[in-house]
C-alpha cells in the first residue's frame, strides 16, 4: 500500500504545474487568470412567424434525435438548429414566453417556423387558436460546428 501511495506522489510531482498562456507556473505570488465574462447584451432574435402544435396524436413516438416525443414537456421541433439547443419562445400578442428545447425537426407546413409541444402551446396560450405569430430568441450558445456539420440555416 506504501508503494502504491508513493507512486501515486511520484506521479504527480511529475506533472506540469499549472501555467499561464506564456507557460510561466502560477504560485502563491502570481494571480490566477479572470474568467471571461458573459455578455450582458440579450439574444438575438432567430426568427419571427407562426407557430403550431402537435401532442396526442405524436405522444411516445420517436423524434428525429430518438427520444420519445412527451406532449407534457416543453420541447418543440424546428427545421434546422441543433437538437438540444434551448429557445426562448414569445407570444407578442398575450405577453408570455417559456423556453423550450429542440428536439424534433418540423414543421413539416409550409410557412411554420416552429412546432411545440402541446404543453408549451398551453403554456403561450396557443391551444384554442392552434397557430400564432410568435419570436424565437436563442436561450443558449448554439454549440460550436462539427466538421461536415452546418450552422445556423442549411
Same mark, same amino acid.
Given at each position: 500500500?506504501?508503494?502504491?501511495?508513493a507512486?501515486?506522489?511520484a506521479?504527480f510531482? *511529475?506533472?506540469?504545474?499549472?501555467? +499561464? =498562456?506564456a507557460? =510561466?507556473p502560477f504560485?502563491?505570488d502570481?494571480?490566477?487568470?479572470?474568467?471571461?465574462?458573459? *455578455?450582458?447584451s440579450? *439574444?438575438?432574435?432567430v426568427e =419571427?412567424?407562426?407557430?403550431s402544435?402537435?401532442?396526442?396524436?405524436?405522444?411516445?413516438r420517436r423524434t428525429?434525435?430518438?427520444?420519445?416525443? +412527451?406532449m407534457k414537456a416543453f420541447?418543440?421541433?424546428?427545421?434546422w438548429?441543433?437538437?438540444?439547443?434551448?429557445?426562448?419562445?414569445?407570444?407578442?400578442?398575450?405577453?408570455r /414566453? #417559456?423556453?423550450?428545447?429542440?428536439?424534433d425537426?418540423g414543421?413539416h407546413?409550409?410557412?411554420?417556423? #416552429?412546432d411545440l /409541444?402541446?404543453?408549451? @402551446?398551453q @403554456?403561450?396560450?396557443?391551444l384554442?387558436?392552434?397557430?400564432?405569430s410568435?419570436?424565437?430568441?436563442?436561450?443558449? =450558445?448554439?454549440?460550436?460546428?462539427?466538421r461536415?456539420?452546418?450552422q445556423?440555416?442549411?
Amino acid at each position: 500500500m506504501r508503494a502504491w501511495a508513493a507512486l501515486l506522489l511520484a506521479g504527480f510531482a *511529475s506533472c506540469g504545474a499549472w501555467a +499561464d =498562456e506564456a507557460g =510561466e507556473p502560477f504560485g502563491l505570488d502570481k494571480p490566477l487568470p479572470e474568467t471571461p465574462q458573459l *455578455s450582458a447584451s440579450p *439574444s438575438p432574435v432567430v426568427e =419571427e412567424g407562426p407557430a403550431s402544435w402537435y401532442g396526442l396524436a405524436f405522444h411516445g413516438r420517436r423524434t428525429a434525435s430518438g427520444e420519445r416525443f +412527451d406532449m407534457k414537456a416543453f420541447t418543440a421541433a424546428h427545421p434546422w438548429l441543433p437538437f438540444g439547443t434551448r429557445v426562448l419562445v414569445r407570444n407578442p400578442r398575450n405577453g408570455r /414566453s #417559456i423556453v423550450v428545447r429542440i428536439n424534433d425537426r418540423g414543421p413539416h407546413v409550409a410557412g411554420r417556423i #416552429i412546432d411545440l /409541444s402541446h404543453a408549451a @402551446a398551453q @403554456a403561450l396560450g396557443l391551444l384554442g387558436v392552434g397557430t400564432r405569430s410568435v419570436v424565437l430568441t436563442l436561450a443558449q =450558445e448554439l454549440p460550436p460546428r462539427r466538421r461536415g456539420q452546418q450552422q445556423g440555416r442549411p
